[in-house]
Nanobody, 123 residues
Framework: QVQLVESGGGSVQAGGSLRLSCAASGYTYSGYCMAWFRQGSGNEREGIAAIGSDGRTSYADSVKGRFAISKDTAKDTLYLQMNNLKEEDTAVYYC??????????????????WGQGTQVTVS
């Protein structure tokens, strides 16, 4: 059974940084595509960063140049480094996983496995 557990959320001032982690277990990590999504209050869930099994990345325009997705295969952990945070980045952040390849790596319907989410608040 696939399990994803996010951590690293919290409160930060605008312009600050946070790094989110997503610990994965229960599957062959190296063969999976993974992504970060977020959902702010009253908003739809938004795909913001994805990484394929080959390490290729994609980003939403809203975070491009500020956020970086990476993975440590040895630790089965996905990361999201968030820099220059803005108030509009306030949301619950989720990691997601599914077998590669994916047609739309930033589309939530592509993913079958989700973490519980971690809150990020920027003020």
């Amino acid at each position: 059974q696939v399990q994803l557990v996010e951590s690293g959320g919290g409160s930060v001032q605008a312009g600050g940084s946070l790094r989110l982690s997503c610990a994965a277990s229960g599957y062959t990590y190296s063969g999976y595509c993974m992504a970060w999504f977020r959902q702010g209050s009253g908003n739809e869930r938004e795909g913001i960063a994805a990484i394929g099994s080959d390490g290729r990345t994609s980003y939403a325009d809203s975070v491009k140049g500020r956020f970086a997705i990476s993975k440590d295969t040895a630790k089965d952990t996905l990361y999201l480094q968030m820099n220059n945070l803005k108030e509009e980045d306030t949301a619950v952040y989720y990691c997601a996983a599914n077998y590669c390849p994916l047609v739309g790596p930033l589309m939530d319907y592509e993913y079958h496995n989700w973490g519980q989410g971690t809150q990020v608040t920027v003020s």
